[in-house]
């Protein structure tokens, strides 16, 4: 079984910044796509962002589209979402999820999934 690792989360004022970092175990991690999912009390959960195995491809949802940037380093096993400009909306749990294929936006294509972790924005 994956086990996947969240963390960075946190209480933010409007404008500020966040990273949040996705860790897992699996093998071969550099062949999965990650994704990062948020979801909010009563709201679906919301796609954030993607990114191909390679890097080289990386996938926004429109309400985080030029303020968060997801990344990820696999020598280290880890994918990251930068979040700057936070707002109040942006408040949610926030998932990191992975598929050993392209799974974009559904949430039902991706194989394993973070336990959550907290993003408060309030002034």
């Known amino acids: 079984q994956v086990q996947v690792a969240q963390s960075g989360g946190g209480a933010v004022h409007p404008g500020g910044s966040l990273r949040l970092s996705c860790s897992a175990s699996v093998r071969t991690f550099s062949n999965y796509y990650i994704g990062w999912f948020r979801q909010a009390p009563g709201n679906e959960r919301e796609f954030v962002a993607c990114i191909r195995w390679s890097g080289s491809d990386t996938y926004y949802g429109d309400s985080v589209n030029g303020r968060f940037t997801i990344s990820r380093d696999n020598a280290r096993n880890t994918v990251y979402l930068q979040m700057n400009s936070l707002k109040p909306e942006d408040t949610a749990v926030y998932y990191c999820?992975?598929?050993?294929?392209?799974?974009?936006?559904?949430?039902?294509?991706?194989?394993?999934w973070g336990q959550g972790t907290q993003v408060t924005v309030s002034s």
């Open positions: 999820a992975g598929s050993s294929l392209f799974a974009g936006r559904s949430v039902g294509r991706y194989e394993f």
